[in-house]
């Protein structure tokens, strides 16, 4: 099995910044892309950013320019640095990982983290 342990969410005023961090452990051969995803109440959900292995990144129009996605392979972590965060960002981030198991691809999600932007 594995395991993604989602950290960094909280309470945030307009403007202010947050840091999401997603680990993986378990039965991995090797991560393809991780991403951050998020869902607001009455909503569904949607891609925030992802990041291939090699790096390349991919952002949702709402949030180009303010938040960036990052990943450190040799600690199977990828990060969500949130910057002038909006009320509209307000939602549960879900971190998902696209992997290896030996032959098979596999995906797996977190168990979501709150994220709250109000004065």
């Known amino acids: 099995q594995v395991q993604l342990v989602e950290s960094g969410g909280g309470l945030v005023q307009p403007g202010g910044s947050l840091r999401l961090s997603c680990a993986a452990s378990?039965?991995?051969?090797?991560?393809?892309?991780m991403g951050w995803y998020r869902q607001a109440p009455g909503k569904q959900r949607e891609l925030v950013a992802a990041?291939?292995?090699?790096?390349?990144?991919n952002y949702a129009d709402s949030v180009k320019g303010r938040f960036t996605i990052s990943r450190d392979n040799a600690k199977n972590t990828v990060y969500l640095q949130m910057n002038s965060l909006k009320p509209e960002d307000t939602a549960v981030y879900y971190c998902n990982v696209d992997y290896w198991r030996a032959i098979i691809r596999m995906e797996s999600w977190g168990q979501g983290t709150q994220v709250t932007v109000s004065s």
């Open positions: 378990g039965s991995i051969s090797s991560i393809n892309a």
């Open positions: 990041i291939t292995s090699g790096g390349s990144t």
